[in-house]
């Protein structure tokens, strides 16, 4: 069975796209399925964090490779044949460079953190994944319970035509003094809040796919 190609994308820069992908990694090869990264953003983050892993770890338990727009189909393709899961990290653009990392995915998760902003940066990506057929999530990122703006963007989400994950991600430090680190929330050696939204974050994009 060929692997199932998720696919991370926003226009918007900062929004936690590779926070995102790093930790759902870590999610899913802690179930035990075989994982691939492609890292398809000239910025390199997710290589760095893969990096910074591989020489903490030694065994990263998950497979790196990068591409270029274009080379996005094959590689994805090559890494399909091989692995269960293949998350793919983008740039924050919008534009025809986009397309090849969106037409191979079996769905395409958008991070929005709680602005206006973000919010108005998802309508590109939005706009491209219905041109090609793709199927969407939208994932609050950042969020902050209990605030007049985290209601009001949560509102706005809901109302775009896509799916809105049920579990967010809290404004949290852990995830960036994790990602520094080469690891997930998941591995941060204590159970917490952030451990628990990815654990179930990670369960809804997996029954989404």
């Keep these: 069975m060929t692997g199932r190609i998720i696919t991370i994308a926003q226009q918007k820069g900062g929004s936690g796209k590779t926070t995102l992908a790093a930790n759902l990694a870590v999610a899913f090869t802690r179930q035990g399925l075989r994982v691939a990264l492609l890292d398809t953003d000239p910025q390199g983050s997710l290589g760095r964090w893969f990096m910074a892993r591989a020489e903490r770890l030694g065994d990263p338990g998950m497979a ?18 091989d692995h269960d899961i293949v998350l793919v990290d983008t740039p924050p653009k919008a534009d025809s460079d986009l397309r ?16 206006q902003v973000d919010l108005w940066a ?4 939005l706009d491209l994944a219905r041109r090609e057929g793709r199927p969407t999530m939208l994932i609050l990122n950042r969020t902050r ?28 430090v852990t995830f960036a003094e994790t990602l520094g680190l080469g690891l997930g929330v998941l591995e941060a050696g204590r159970k917490s809040s952030a ?15």
Excluded: F
């Excluded at 080379?71 to 890494?79: F, H, M, P, Q, S």
């Excluded at 998802?122 to 990506?125: D, F, I, K, Q, R």
């Excluded at 209990?146 to 109302?159: F, I, P, Q, R, Y």
């Design 145 to 172: 319970a209990g605030t007049k703006l985290n209601a009001e963007v949560a509102g706005k989400a809901a109302e775009l035509d896509a799916g809105l994950a049920e579990a967010v991600l809290g404004n949290r």
């Design 195 to 209: 451990a628990a939204e990815v654990e179930a974050l990670a369960q809804e994009v997996l029954a989404a796919v």
């Design 100 to 115: 090849p990392a969106l037409r191979g995915a079996q769905l395409v998760l958008v991070p929005v953190a709680m602005s």
């Design 122 to 125: 998802t309508e590109g990506v």
């Design 64 to 81: 790196l490779s990068t591409a270029s727009a274009w080379g996005v189909g094959y590689e994805t393709g090559k890494l399909a044949g």
